[in-house]
């Protein structure tokens, strides 16, 4: 098991991008949630199997059609979130 919070940057707000992370999140059967930020960028928490929680990464550095992501930034790993995946309020 793997458990990583990051930071997405870029045009990542107002795009779609925390409703596909939830869809692509509960797809590989993550745990974790997404949220805005006030600065512009999006950050989450994924958690599950590692092959998952890699291309879980691999896929919010492309993120929906309509982003336009500059940066993803690991910056935390470990700890245990709650399960399932939800998007929380702004932070």
Not at 38 to 47: H, L
Request: some cysteine.
């Amino acid at each position: 098991m793997k458990t990583v919070t990051v930071r997405i940057e870029g045009r990542v707000q107002g795009v779609f991008y925390r409703a596909w992370t939830e869809q692509t999140a509960r797809r590989f059967g993550l745990d974790g949630w997404v949220r805005n930020r006030r600065d512009g960028s999006v950050e989450a928490v994924f958690s599950g199997p590692e092959i998952q929680v890699d291309e879980m990464l691999r896929r919010c550095a492309e993120g929906p059609p309509d982003a336009n992501v500059t940066k993803v930034t690991v910056i935390d790993e470990g700890g245990v979130p709650r399960s399932g995946f939800q998007v929380l309020p702004t932070h």
